[in-house]
Nanobody
Framework: QMQLVESGGGLAQPGGSLTLSCAASRNIFRIYTMGWYRQTPGKDRELVAY???????NYDDSVKGRFTISRDSATNTVTLRMNNLRPADMAVYYCYAKYPNGVRTDVAWGQGTQVTVSA
């Protein structure tokens, strides 16, 4: 069972920056994709960004040019650097990992970390 532990949420002013980290309990080299979703009250989770095991990245249009996702196989960590934050970015951010588990593919989730953007 994959475990994911997130860190780095908190409060930032509009235009400010935060960095989220997600540490996996297993070697991420074989993980298919890792990334981040976010959710606000009353809404479904929306995909923010992901990175594949070949380092291909994908971003939601709302964060392109402001957010950067990267991974470090040495520390089994995926990082989301968020610059030029906007009030619309305020949400609970969830890390996820899609990984092989025997003959099937499983998805693990982190516990969520709050990002607040306010003056």
């Amino acid at each position: 069972q994959m475990q994911l532990v997130e860190s780095g949420g908190g409060l930032a002013q509009p235009g400010g920056s935060l960095t989220l980290s997600c540490a996996a309990s297993r070697n991420i080299f074989r993980i298919y994709t890792m990334g981040w979703y976010r959710q606000t009250p009353g809404k479904d989770r929306e995909l923010v960004a992901y990175i594949t095991n070949s380092d291909t990245t994908n971003y939601d249009d709302s964060v392109k040019g402001r957010f950067t996702i990267s991974r470090d196989s040495a520390t089994n960590t995926v990082t989301l650097r968020m610059n030029n934050l906007r009030p619309a970015d305020m949400a609970v951010y969830y890390c996820y990992a899609k990984y092989p588990n025997g003959v099937r593919t499983d998805v693990a989730w982190g516990q969520g970390t709050q990002v607040t953007v306010s003056a």
